[in-house]
């Protein structure tokens, strides 16, 4: 076997591992129970999701991919951002709703 065959092999068990965890995590994020628990779980999805741009843009030597993993990372971290804020906001409704009614 050589170098090259051993780091593809390598490259794609890591590939294969962080899909299986990117499956446990979907299941998280749908089963819940909490909305924070969806939360962390789309912001791990995010982060998964980046991990394997940048093993494949190391097995494809294709520089690119690098850039689309900063830009997807912008993008995770505003998403996880926005649904943050939204959450918030629904939860001082409720707690505000809780108070009126004592």
Same mark, same amino acid.
């Given at each position: 076997m050589s170098l090259s065959e051993a780091y593809n092999l390598l490259y794609n068990g890591?590939?294969?591992?962080?899909?299986?965890?990117?499956?446990?995590?979907?299941?998280?994020?749908?089963? &819940?129970?909490?909305?924070?628990?969806?939360?962390?779980?789309?912001?791990?999805? &995010?982060?998964?999701? #980046?991990?394997?741009?940048? #093993?494949?843009?190391?097995?494809?030597?294709? &520089? $690119?991919?690098?850039?689309?993993? #900063?830009? $997807?990372a912008m993008i995770s971290f505003l998403a996880v951002v926005i649904l943050t804020r939204i959450y918030l906001g629904v939860y001082l409704e409720r707690t505000r709703r809780k108070g009126e009614k004592s």
């Amino acid at each position: 076997m050589s170098l090259s065959e051993a780091y593809n092999l390598l490259y794609n068990g890591a590939i294969l591992f962080l899909a299986v965890i990117m499956l446990a995590v979907l299941v998280r994020a749908v089963k &819940g129970p909490e909305i924070v628990d969806r939360i962390v779980a789309v912001n791990m999805l &995010g982060t998964l999701t #980046i991990m394997i741009i940048c #093993i494949l843009a190391v097995k494809l030597a294709q &520089g $690119y991919l690098l850039d689309v993993a #900063i830009i $997807y990372a912008m993008i995770s971290f505003l998403a996880v951002v926005i649904l943050t804020r939204i959450y918030l906001g629904v939860y001082l409704e409720r707690t505000r709703r809780k108070g009126e009614k004592s």
